[in-house]
């Protein structure tokens, strides 16, 4: 079962999606509570892959929990946070990286089977005419829903 925690929805509509994969994420105590809390923000998160082939999350920023007892010094708003994918996962998105026109981004980040997990996207950049092409798909489908619903 998955709770969703947060979708980040402009990724749709900024970029083109090629390839969807689940990730585990290594966190300290009152980074979990504060990501249940939804006290995060990845609007300008990154996913790269290190030198000794770890995903890695950058610009991923978690606000300190409230009631955490650690002091602020030890808590680090912009820390870099590994990421847990199978090795074949790994070198499938090494290989869609090494392609200069695309980039991992986080989409959702979600709770299954009580593990924090993030939806990361290999995504390339839509042009201006393709985000406007998407813009009237969707006011499209949304009118025939529209128009469906007068009709029944």
Same mark, same amino acid.
């Not at 990421?83 to 070198?91: A, G, V």
């Given at each position: ?8 929805? /402009?990724? =749709?509509? $900024? ?14 105590? =009152? ?7 939804? &006290?995060?923000?990845?609007?300008? &998160? ?5 030198? @000794? &082939? @770890? ?18 010094? /030890?808590?680090?708003?912009?820390? &870099? ?35 924090? /997990?993030? $939806? ?9 005419? $393709? ?11 949304? =009118? ?9």
């Amino acid at each position: 079962m998955k709770k969703l925690i947060s979708i980040n929805k /402009k990724i =749709d509509y $900024e970029y083109e999606i090629r390839e969807k994969f689940e990730a585990g994420m290594v966190l300290f105590g =009152d980074e979990v509570k504060s990501i249940k809390n939804s &006290s995060f923000d990845m609007k300008d &998160s990154y996913i790269k892959i290190s030198a @000794e &082939s @770890e995903v890695v999350l950058f610009n991923f920023k978690i606000s300190q929990y409230k009631k955490s007892n650690l002091n602020l010094l /030890k808590h680090k708003l912009n820390r &870099s946070i590994k990421l847990l994918l199978k090795k074949s996962e790994i070198q499938k998105l090494n290989s869609l990286l090494k392609e200069k026109i695309y980039t991992a981004v986080p989409k959702k980040i979600f709770i299954k089977n009580n593990f924090i /997990k993030i $939806e990361i996207v290999v995504v390339r950049g839509k042009k201006k005419y $393709e985000k406007k092409e998407s813009i009237k798909k969707k006011e499209i489908k949304k =009118d025939l829903q529209k128009n469906y619903k007068l009709h029944s």
